[in-house]
């Protein structure tokens, strides 16, 4: 079946500490794109990526980085300068034009103790 | 910039009334609109896109939605709303980025259906 993933669905980690979180996708789309989710606030755009090896920032990359190194996976890592972790993370892919579908993943649910 | 408002947080109906989630666009060009349902603790699942081509989009579930740019709205609507339709909806719309889509989503409603 084809579709996107999303590992782990539950994580846990301590304040200060690095973290990755995975997206694949074998849809064979071009765009992958990152948000987060908090309550009331709806999805924000993290970052994305039109293509391999290249990626923008979007409404609020500060204290996250991501690399585009295959078609299919697209990680996110969570770094310490990021001051408050905590949310849920979703990953979406889409083909690759303007007003394309985007397809979601399963999310992430990240918690820093 | 291309931005949406969705009326009310949260929405209560009965099984078998109307729904109707409110969502209003504002965007300097003519918009690409989209509706999603997110489910509890899962990802976001598109009910419907307006693209131009038909003002009233028929989507998934019995879901529809109109496009009324004298409004500027693209409110969500369902004729007899079931159990399974409680989840959270959100309405979005699209922003040329140049050849990638970007997605500017609403703060989100959340549907309860009592008996």
């Known amino acids: 079946d084809g579709g996107i993933t999303q590992s782990p669905k539950y994580l846990f980690r301590k304040e200060g500490q690095n973290v990755t979180l995975s997206c694949e996708q074998n849809?064979?789309?071009?765009?992958m794109y990152w948000y987060r989710q908090d309550p009331g606030q709806g999805l924000r755009l993290i970052y994305y990526?039109?293509?391999?090896?290249?990626?923008q920032k979007g409404d609020i990359a500060e204290g996250y980085s991501v690399s585009r190194e295959k078609k299919e996976s697209f990680p996110l890592t969570v770094t310490s300068a990021q001051k408050n972790p905590t949310a849920f993370y979703l990953c979406?892919?889409?083909?690759?034009?303007?007003?394309?579908?985007?397809?979601f993943g399963p999310g992430t649910r990240l918690t820093v103790l | 910039a291309q931005s949406v408002t969705q009326l009310g947080s949260h929405v209560s109906v009965s099984e078998g009334a109307l729904v109707l989630l409110r969502c209003n666009y504002s965007?300097?060009?003519?918009?690409?609109l989209f509706w999603y349902v997110q489910y509890p603790n899962q990802g976001l699942q598109l009910l419907l896109k307006?693209?131009?081509?038909?003002?009233l989009v028929k989507g998934i579930n019995g879901f529809e939605a109109e496009f009324k740019k004298s409004e500027t709205s693209f409110h969500l609507t369902k004729p007899s709303a079931h159990m399974s339709d409680a989840a959270e909806y959100f309405c979005?719309?699209?922003?040329?980025?140049?050849?990638?889509?970007?997605?500017?989503f609403g703060t989100g409603t959340r549907l309860q259906v009592t008996l």
């Open positions: 979406a892919s889409a083909p690759g034009g303007f007003a394309d579908t985007q397809y």
């Open positions: 849809l064979n789309h071009d765009a």
């Open positions: 990526s039109q293509i391999v090896n290249d990626f």
């Open positions: 965007s300097s060009v003519p918009p690409y």
């Open positions: 307006y693209t131009s081509a038909a003002t």
């Open positions: 979005a719309v699209s922003v040329s980025t140049g050849t990638a889509s970007k997605l500017t």
